[in-house]
């Protein structure tokens, strides 16, 4: 079992940055691919991006590529977005998400967190 948690939404400007984290337990960490996903309100869930267990390899949606920028640290068993120049379509709840065989954009991953709440003002 892997337990995900996201943390750092909150309120920001637009044009501003928010980071946030998704810490993992129950298995060993490096073995995971992870993603991030959003979902807003009315809306279907959609990929943010993704990154590979090693972390040298990312992939991102059209929509965040430029500005948003997925890093891990194993050894903290921690995922991080870093989201710049944000906007209010960026609103949304973002999920984080782990696979020990699957890494790409669609929602297939076997292990999801919570949520948490990013919301861009105007």
């Known amino acids: 079992q892997v337990q995900l948690v996201e943390s750092g939404g909150g309120l920001v400007q637009a044009g501003g940055s928010l980071r946030l984290s998704c810490a993992a337990s129950?298995?060993?960490?490096?073995?995971?691919?992870m993603g991030w996903f959003r979902q807003a309100p009315g809306k279907e869930r959609e990929f943010v991006g993704a990154?590979?267990?090693?972390?040298?390899?990312?992939r991102y949606a059209d929509s965040v590529k430029g500005r948003f920028t997925i890093s891990r640290d194993n050894a903290k068993n921690t995922m991080y977005l870093q989201m710049n120049s944000l906007s209010p379509e960026d609103t949304a709840v973002y999920y984080c998400?782990?696979?020990?065989?699957?890494?790409?954009?669609?929602?297939?991953?076997?292990?999801w967190g919570q949520g948490t709440q990013v919301t861009v003002s105007s």
């Open positions: 990154i590979t267990w090693s972390g040298d390899t990312r």
């Open positions: 129950g298995r060993p960490f490096s073995n995971y691919a």
């Open positions: 998400a782990a696979d020990r065989s699957y890494w790409g954009p669609r929602d297939e991953y076997d292990y």
